[in-house]
């Protein structure tokens, strides 16, 4: 491998080992901290732990001729610093007293163990806590020793240059690792991808978005492998120095008693989470059966009378969301964690962001109900709300939506068409057709029999009008100048109005043309001199082409 490839590997373990280094320094002074606070309590009388250097050797809970736990642990301290300092064989013994048991070194009295200094709840005894401190105070004065010895330090110093190597080695390995399997993983997954994922993905989460994600496990195991192992490192190099030897040991027991907990929570977890997975997999098979039942009234295969195939599916989703919701409701006590401060503080977030939210939503949904329920209008049904007209193509709980004739979908606020007069146009196309009407102004000096007669011809040429009901011509208004004619026609289909429309317009055009009525509405300050209409040879001016002739039938023979 050359250089240029070594050195962003270099470069991850550098910082891997400097995220060590921080983890150790935190731990130490967290340590060091904690031993602080306990030897420097406000209350005189408190617990003292002895320590000497850096391992708890035992702690005063008793007074002893006046002096506190802390000024017994202080005149230990100096008492040990000078024998010490004398030198000797440095041999920890126990001499049994009236009152509890002293601590001997080489001889020479260092400290008392007293019946008050025991901790009766865990159910320690004279003997014991004199045993433990007799083991920690050797392993401790022996750790000294060692601690002045140079040839133990170049050791020791050894041991963590060849720890550091192997840590650097098992990073390396790690981050190859990495590359490698993510590699694959990425691989695997773009081909399973392109295949499989909808068209639409690309453009949310981009052309490697789905082998992206599929590397974060594989990259989260391979930090988590890294920072153990740079942990398990600082608390091997600790161990290696007599000083700092109880730090590592320290790391190792939080470490340990870490995981732990960590599996007893799993193993306490496990029947909450049973019971969850079993609330699960029930409503799961109610909600099976519940949009079974549903989907059965909405295809016409079950017949109820208090649901339709309208309000089948709405009715539906509604009562499977109120099955989830008391599912969760009921599972809810049974998650791991959900009696926590940062649970519930999540769920009350979540709460808050939901009814400030909520409130536009519901009012949609109430409306989107409404309009179900009282069947005001359906999908497939030609309707006319405000300005939008058209196809209904669907009614959901938040919008409906509408296909005008302009090949245009409108999305209108189930609100809005609650709050707004909604004309179904093809409701009643059954009973006879859709009815459709167009109007025109004529002068009062063009006899009314004659607009009637007209207008009704026109009706007849329109191909796509139908011949029952009849047409019908109706004067919906006598105004100052002309008399407005209104034409009703009847088609068979609502999505035909603009067809119908452009055709029958058409024929009214060329039917008052032909008989030289002008379509006009007159505001009279004098009459023209000639009729304002188009002649019938004027009628195909160009660019309007005149119809092919009909062919003429053969005679018959």
């Known amino acids: 491998m050359t250089t240029a490839g070594l050195r962003p590997h270099g470069r991850r373990i550098a910082s891997w080992l400097l995220l060590g280094l921080l983890m150790l320094g935190s731990g130490v002074t967290a340590l060091a901290q904690d031993e602080a606070t306990e030897a420097a309590r406000p209350d005189a009388f408190a617990p003292a732990k002895l320590v000497i250097a850096n391992r708890p050797i035992t702690t005063f809970r008793a007074t002893a001729f006046g002096a506190s736990p802390a000024d017994r642990v202080e005149t230990v301290t100096a008492g040990l610093a000078a024998l010490l300092e004398r030198g000797g064989p440095q041999v920890v013994t126990t001499r049994a007293i009236p009152d509890g048991i002293a601590v001997l070194l080489d001889g020479k009295f260092i400290f008392r163990i007293l019946e008050e200094d025991v901790n009766r709840e865990t159910g320690e005894t004279t003997q014991m806590a004199a045993a433990d401190a007799v083991h920690n105070l050797q392993l401790a004065l022996d750790e000294i020793r060692e601690g002045r010895s140079s040839e133990a330090l170049l050791k020791a110093t050894g041991y963590t240059l060849v720890a550091t ?67 398990e490192w600082a608390a091997l190099v ?18 340990l008693s870490g995981l732990g907990e960590f599996a007893r929570n799993i193993l306490r977890a496990i029947p909450g989470m049973l019971f969850v997975a079993l609330i699960f997999f029930l409503t799961r098979f109610i909600v099976r059966v519940v949009r079974a039942f549903f989907e059965g009234v909405r295809t016409g295969r079950i017949q109820v009378g208090w649901l339709d195939e309208t309000t089948a599916r709405p009715t539906g989703q509604l009562l499977i969301a109120i099955i989830w919701l008391f599912s969760l409701v009921a599972a ?75 090949n245009v979908e409108v999305t209108l606020p189930n609100a809005y068409l609650v709050g707004n007069v909604t004309r179904n146009l093809s409701r009643l196309a059954p009973n006879g057709g859709v009815r459709l009407s167009t109007a025109v102004t004529i002068g009062y000096d063009t006899p009314w029999r004659q607009v009637h007669a007209m207008l009704r011809m026109a009706a007849e040429r329109s191909g796509q009008v139908s011949r029952e009901p009849a047409p019908r011509v109706v004067q919906t208004a006598l105004q100052d100048f002309y008399v407005e004619y209104t034409l009703i026609v009847c088609v068979a289909d609502a999505r035909l109005k603009l067809g119908v429309l452009d055709e029958l317009h058409a024929h009214i055009q060329d039917v008052f043309n032909e008989f030289g ?41």
């Open 517 to 557: 009525v002008q379509i006009m509405s007159p505001n009279y300050e004098a009459d023209p001199a000639d009729k304002k209409y188009v002649p019938k040879e004027q009628w195909f001016q160009a660019p309007a082409q005149a119809p092919a002739p009909a062919a003429t039938p053969a005679p018959a023979d």
């Open 332 to 406: 809810y006590p049974y998650i791991p964690g959900s009696d926590s401060e940062a649970f519930k503080g999540i769920g009350v977030f979540v709460g808050l962001m939901l009814s400030i939210g909520a409130s536009g939503v519901v009012n949609q949904a109430v409306s989107g109900l409404m309009l179900m329920y009282t069947k005001a209008l359906r999908p497939g049904e030609f309707v006319q709300v405000g300005d939008t007209e058209g196809t209904v193509t669907s009614v959901g709980f938040l919008t409906t939506r509408i296909e005008t004739l302009r």
């Open 238 to 255: 600790l161990e290696f120095f007599p000083y700092t030897r109880p730090w590592g040991e320290q790391l190792f027991d939080n470490l």
């Open 165 to 231: 190597l192997a840590l650097a080695g098992l990073l390396w390995l790690i981050i190859k690792g990495y590359t490698r399997v993510s590699r694959r993983v990425r691989a695997i997954v773009q081909r399973r991808s392109e295949r499989l994922a909808p068209s639409w993905s690309e453009q949310v989460v981009g052309r490697s978005g789905f082998a992206d994600l599929a590397t974060v496990p594989v990259r989260a195991v391979a930090w988590a492998l890294a920072l153990l192992l740079v942990y």
